[in-house]
């Protein structure tokens, strides 16, 4: 596992759970707004994973679970090996996905390697690839992960990261149609973390992200915003 950095604790990222959050290096989207552009276009600090396995056993009893972010984590050649070992551990899972290896995905749900997924949803179908930074066609990969996990297979979220100026009010009424019934969906605020790909991007203002929340319950009722 190539492993970029740990976050020691965190209250948020894993819904009902004190965890940490590990990150995986490298991506294979290309996304402008990205806050985490070193683990992407670049090799981070890295994270020995004896290092990181010493401190989960140091830590056993005091957090709850492991969240495993990126980069891509499904891009890890020994992905299902690492959530094993975790897992054997005591430790819930939760899995962050840009969605793009859906047989990857189900694999690991179905052999109980995860207990949660938490999964981007770039933008609306029309504007995916200019908003994932890519041009090989990934949506059919994008829908079989949507589609399996609005099967309810596990627990999960959809989120998506709100940025002008790649979003407008009509690709929300796009991607609501797109994932109606979905248990939970999130909008989140963009951040210049100053680790960014591109430039030229500015947040949402609160009252634009509402009216978008707005929109969205028609679709899934249970819509929030992280970040305002």
Same mark, same amino acid.
């Given at each position: 596992?190539?492993?970029?950095?740990?976050?020691?604790?965190?209250?948020?990222? &894993?819904?009902?759970?004190?965890?940490?959050?590990?990150?995986?290096?490298?991506?294979? &989207? %290309?996304?402008?707004?990205?806050?985490?552009?070193?683990? $992407? +276009?670049?090799?981070?600090?890295?994270?020995?994973?004896?290092?990181? &396995?010493?401190?989960?056993?140091?830590?056993?009893?005091?957090?709850?679970?492991?969240?495993?972010? /990126? /980069?891509? =984590?499904?891009?890890?050649?020994?992905?299902?090996?690492?959530?094993?070992?975790? +897992?054997?551990?005591?430790?819930? $899972?939760?899995?962050?996905?840009?969605?793009?290896?859906?047989?990857?995905?189900?694999?690991?749900?179905?052999?109980?390697?995860?207990?949660?997924?938490?999964?981007?949803?770039?933008?609306?179908?029309?504007?995916?690839?200019?908003?994932?930074?890519?041009?090989?066609?990934?949506?059919?990969?994008?829908?079989?992960?949507?589609?399996?996990?609005?099967?309810?297979?596990?627990?999960?979220? &959809?989120?998506?990261?709100?940025?002008? =100026?790649?979003?407008?009010?009509?690709?929300?009424?796009?991607?609501?149609?797109?994932?109606?019934?979905?248990? +939970?969906?999130?909008?989140?605020?963009?951040?210049?973390?100053?680790?960014?790909?591109?430039?030229?991007? +500015?947040?949402?203002?609160?009252?634009?992200?509402?009216?978008?929340?707005?929109?969205?319950?028609?679709?899934?009722?249970? $819509?929030?915003? %992280?970040?305002?």
């Amino acid at each position: 596992m190539k492993l970029g950095g740990l976050q020691k604790l965190t209250l948020l990222d &894993f819904p009902g759970k004190t965890a940490c959050t590990v990150f995986t290096e490298g991506c294979n &989207f %290309r996304c402008p707004f990205c806050h985490n552009a070193s683990l $992407v +276009k670049q090799r981070a600090a890295e994270l020995p994973t004896e290092e990181f &396995f010493a401190f989960l056993k140091k830590r056993q009893g005091l957090l709850d679970g492991v969240c495993v972010t /990126g /980069g891509e =984590p499904l891009l890890q050649p020994d992905i299902e090996d690492f959530l094993s070992e975790i +897992k054997s551990l005591g430790y819930a $899972v939760k899995l962050d996905t840009n969605g793009s290896f859906p047989d990857k995905l189900i694999e690991i749900v179905e052999n109980g390697f995860c207990d949660y997924v938490a999964m981007d949803i770039k933008n609306s179908k029309s504007k995916y690839l200019a908003t994932a930074g890519v041009t090989r066609d990934i949506l059919s990969d994008i829908e079989k992960s949507v589609d399996f996990l609005l099967s309810d297979a596990i627990d999960y979220e &959809f989120r998506t990261t709100v940025v002008s =100026p790649y979003h407008d009010f009509s690709d929300f009424y796009e991607i609501g149609a797109w994932i109606k019934g979905a248990k +939970k969906y999130f909008l989140q605020s963009f951040i210049d973390s100053g680790d960014l790909l591109s430039d030229g991007m +500015k947040a949402w203002k609160k009252e634009d992200m509402e009216a978008a929340s707005l929109i969205l319950q028609g679709f899934v009722p249970n $819509v929030n915003i %992280r970040g305002i």
